[in-house]
């Protein structure tokens, strides 16, 4: 069956620019995360989500990033006015089990902004 | 806070020697540790988990809760354990168990 994935695989935004990040988990999974991984440094948990409910938003760096999953399935990550800082790659995993046990990651999307 | 430290960000090996990737922790409680590996150009991937106390492609770790350390070992490397490897901690129950990562260690395994 097919694994977790996501779209784009690459973007690049000019500093200021909104963008959506798209991840489709594998069919039927309830839990799925976000993460974040700057160049050089190991994932860092940003968002989760159980079904459509937003359980944990505690790693979203500003409130220029907001997450939703409306419909329990495919979710959104996006990020508003982008700052350089926010270059990375970013993960989605998804997990069958309620509390996230067992994640499986997407390819990623790596966002580059200039 | 929980944290978790790789010490070496690269490591190099010779094929048919014993390869040790370090990975200590923090955590106030009970934490579940795990070894995720991503090879070239493909997804991150659990390689092992403490739980299971299973042997993956030759790989072992043992939880030592005295010294706080999860070090990955393989008493005889291959060309094809070369990749990135990152130790990774969750709690052991709860509603949300994200992933809290280290900085992870590039293996290379020389031929």
């Known amino acids: 069956g097919a694994g977790v994935s996501q779209s784009p695989r690459y973007k690049v935004a000019k500093r200021g620019q909104d963008v959506a990040l798209r991840c489709d988990p594998i069919?039927?999974?309830?839990?799925l995360f976000w993460y974040q991984q700057a160049l050089g440094q190991g994932p860092e948990f940003l968002t989760y989500?159980?079904?459509?409910?937003?359980?944990?938003k505690s790693g979203l760096p500003s409130d220029r990033f907001f997450a939703e999953r409306p419909e329990g399935s495919v979710s959104t990550l996006k990020i508003q006015r982008t700052q350089q800082e926010d270059s990375a790659v970013y993960l989605c995993?998804?997990?069958?089990?309620?509390?996230?046990?067992?994640?499986?990651f997407g390819p990623g999307t790596r966002l580059t902004v200039t | 806070a929980q944290r978790v430290t790789q010490p070496e960000k690269l490591l190099s090996v010779f094929k048919g020697a014993p390869v040790e990737l370090k990975c200590n922790y923090s955590?106030?409680?009970?934490?579940?540790l795990f070894w995720y590996v991503q090879y070239s150009r493909q997804r991150l991937q659990l390689l092992l988990r403490?739980?299971s106390r299973e042997s993956i492609k030759g790989f072992t770790a043992d939880l030592n809760k005295g010294e706080t350390s999860f070090h990955l070992k393989k008493p005889f490397a291959q060309e094809e354990d070369s990749a990135m490897y990152y130790c990774?901690?969750?709690?052991?129950?709860?509603?949300?168990?994200?992933?809290?990562f280290g900085s992870g260690t590039q293996l290379t395994v020389l031929p």
């Open positions: 403490h739980i």
């Open positions: 990774a901690l969750s709690p052991l129950s709860g509603s949300a168990r994200q992933l809290t």
């Open positions: 955590y106030s409680g009970s934490p579940e």
């Open positions: 989500f159980q079904n459509e409910a937003q359980l944990d």
């Open positions: 069919s039927g999974h309830v839990s």
């Open positions: 995993a998804s997990s069958q089990r309620v509390s996230g046990y067992e994640q499986y």
